[in-house]
């Protein structure tokens, strides 16, 4: 539980920090970049690995394993490892066509993607690494119910743990780069979509990350594809003679 408190005060601290004129700083060089993201990869995988080395839970609770059975595979059989891809599979193509879906709707209606689902535009790098991060993040979260509150069953635990990520969301909120505190409507969404997918499969995260970086991708090529379309539709200057 320690370590679940630990987390969300060093999230809160972080988020509280972002409009600093440190935070501006250190992102403005490349070393203080560098640092930022060596920070995030300690914040997001260091710490729940800390955790793990220390007894806090074990590797199962978290998805990291199923049975520890050694003749599976990393604790699953072929038929729940083909049972989870299923669930992943269906799960990831429903959530793109219902983002693709509003992306449709929201330009025909003049507006802006980034600004409906309260996300920046990043790079396929990035969405490939705040989808690791962030699923193991969330696996993390979920360790604490299914062990203090003695929660067996999946779907008690995903609840649990959506509660602590949303709690935590609105301890620290989301900065602008103003200033001005918000949050984000789609990491909301992606960490429904998390839950969904630990209760439909009891929990491999493994495929969860995998679920987390397709849908995150595809989000930030229908970004990029609706900026060109943008671009070309733009009515050119006139030119005076």
Do not use: C, K
């Not at 301890?171 to 984000?184: I, K, P, V």
């Amino acid at each position: 539980m320690l370590w679940t408190l630990g987390s969300i005060a060093l999230f809160v601290i972080g988020a509280r920090l972002i409009p600093s004129r440190l935070s501006a700083t250190l992102r403005a060089a490349p070393v203080g970049q560098i640092a930022l993201e060596a920070a995030r990869f300690v914040f997001y995988v260091g710490l729940p690995y800390a955790a793990l080395l220390t007894g806090a839970f074990a590797p199962r609770d978290i998805g990291l394993q199923g049975s520890p059975a050694p003749d599976l595979i990393l604790g699953w059989t072929a038929e729940d490892w083909a049972r989870a891809l299923g669930h992943a599979a269906a799960l990831g193509g429903l959530t793109l066509a219902v983002l693709a879906v509003l992306a449709w709707q929201i330009r025909r209606g003049g507006g802006s993607l980034l600004a409906a689902l309260d996300i920046d535009r990043i790079s396929v790098a990035r969405a490939i690494g705040n989808g690791v991060y962030a699923e193991a993040h969330w696996s993390f979260y979920r360790a604490l119910p299914m062990l203090a509150l003695a929660l067996g069953e999946a779907r008690w635990a995903a609840l649990a743990g959506l509660a602590l990520v949303a709690g935590e969301a609105l301890l620290a909120g989301r900065y602008t780069e103003t200033g001005a505190q918000r949050l984000s409507l789609f990491e909301g969404l992606l960490a429904g979509l998390s839950a969904t997918y630990f209760v439909l499969t009891g929990g491999n995260l493994w495929l969860a990350i995998l679920l987390q970086i397709v849908v995150r991708v595809g989000v930030s090529r229908m970004i990029a594809t609706a900026r060109s379309d943008e671009s070309l539709h733009e009515a050119p200057e006139e030119i005076i003679v």
